[in-house]
Each structure stands twice: as C-alpha cells, then as structure tokens.
C-alpha cells in the first residue's frame, strides 16, 4: 500500500515551452508552494536565493512562457506548467507559474463551434469540451494534445460558440458546472464527466492533523430543485421525508433541457443529505496516511471515517483541491475535500 511519507526534499528544473527539454536545475529553493485543483488552473511558486552567478546566468534566461518549471518530489515530478511571472531581488528571484490549462486563457474561439439543433446537433459535453481544447491548440499546440485524457460524462448537451466571442478557458469552465470536471497532473489535461476517476484507500481521524466533524446541518437541504436556462427549464426531486425544500438556479448559458436537468439533479444529489462528514478546508495529511502522492488527483474518491465523535460516521469525500509547501521546516501536504454521499 502506498504510503504519503516525508520527501527528503525538491528539485526545481527549468524546461524549455513544452517540457520537452530540461534547461538547467534551480538549486536549494528557500521555500516552494504548488497545488492540483478540480475545475480550475492551479498555481506553483518558488523561490531562490541568491547563489552567485551560475544561477543568475539560468535565471536571467528565464521568460514567462518561454519556459516552464517541474517539481520534483524526490525523483517523482509532481508539477509543471509555464512561467507566468519572474520577480528578481537582490537576495532572491520569485518564480510563479501556472498549470498547462493557463494556455487556454490566452487563447480565443477563432471559428464557429455549434453543437445546437442548427449545427452538429446535441453532443456529450466531454465531446464539447474535446472540440473546443483542440481548437485551441491546433494553430499551437505547447505540448498539450497527447496528452489528453477524455472519458465521456454522459450528459448529452448543446452549445453553440461564435468565433471572436469569448475565451476557450471561460467555455471550459462553465461546462465544468454543468456536468464535466478537468483537472492536471503534470501535462496530463483530464476531462471526465463527475463520475470519480478514483477511488483510494480510506482515512480516519489520525491521518488529519485537524479534528473531523460531523455536521447535521439543515441550511445544506434540497428535496427539489429547479434550473432556469435560455428557453429550458430542468426540474428534479420532489417532497422529502422532512418536507419540501427547493432550490431555484439560474443558468442562461444552458441552451437545451437535458443539461437544465442534469444540473437539477445535482443540486438535489448535493442537499440529499443535511448530515456530512467536515475535513476543515486546508487540513493537514498526516505521512503515515496510506495514499501516495501521485494518486492526488483533484477528482477522487477517498473514503473517510471518524469514531472520535458522538456520531460515528463514514463518507465517501472528493477532492476538491492539492495544496503543498515545503520549506526548511519540512513539506505540509493540505487538502480540501468535499462530501459526495454518506453512510453512517
């Protein structure tokens, strides 16, 4: 069973755009941050002390870009993405760089993508979100397409994209709250549908450095729910065993009913049960817990207990976001998961 356990410490190379080619190592970092996140671009940042001019030389050739940076975690990459930002001071340079999904930022919808009644016709939106990755790389592509991991989500939905109307980055995103999820792992782009890609090895109270709770909670309540789109409406649920308690959405970019009523039914999924399992956001791992880093992926199942309660509980618990620093003090693996469904 793999275990979490503590790296004996980083490396920090720097690669040409792409990846392809490491261009030099950037040695004993004073202290460095990087993160995986479900749904959205995550970010690494490293510093360097000042350490003569060999370094300087590798620094000073550094554009936002043009190059990249990897970490390694001992011998495992566990990041990489371009440069966003250099910051040079007299006693230390700043590097701050973003997940291979920044590309999509800068990157327009150049020709007309339709996926509407008028056009291609209703598609799994994984599909749409295939279409509209590859259109963005296919005038330049940083090393990014063979990389790709796509598993259908099973919503069929219709979009439809003018050219010059908006940034492939934003369209990605909102399909991302409508039934896919993308997330990275070095140059792995994964989009999948929100059926987990993963499920690993549980957890109990003393794999947390924080204290778990159990939250019966009313407010996170939903036997109903109703999602207003442009000209479709999607209903789910109904009256539940404490009544009746609906949730109204509204949604303007949804543009056919089968998406309206898969995102209902998520909303009824998500406020099925007012009693969840709380990881405080941010908590700390403990080494010893039986998951290795690389299976980290934002997406996953990981199913948690807690006995230390008065009501014991076990929840299947996603997660949501990666959060890891390592300075001189050691490395802090924090996580943010998010409740999927309950069993206790």
Known sequence: MAELGCPDGYTVALFDRGGRAQQGE????ASLTWSRVLDDTSEAQVVVPYQGPDCCDLLGEAWPWCNEIGLYRDELL???GPIETIVYGREQTTITAKDITAW???RVIRTLIDYSATGLGA???TTIAETLVRQALAVDDPNIEQYLLLVMSGVTGERKYPANGSYV????????????DFTTIGRRLIIAGEVPIARLSGLIDEHFAGELQVVKDGRLSATAAVVVGKNVTGTAGGVGTCGLLETLA???EILDQPSATAEAESIVQ???FPITLQVPDGSLLDPSAPVGINELIPGVIIPVTSSETCYELAADLRLKRLQVSFDTEGERVAVSLVPVGVEG
Do not use: C, M, P
């Open 78 to 80: 566990v990041w990489q």
């Open 26 to 29: 950037l040695f004993n970092a």
């Open 169 to 180: 980055y934003d369209e990605l995103a909102e399909l991302a709250r409508t039934g896919i």
């Open 104 to 106: 999509l930022s800068h």
């Open 250 to 252: 509204t949604e303007q």
């Open 123 to 125: 598609a799994d939106l």
């Open 270 to 272: 998500a406020g099925t």
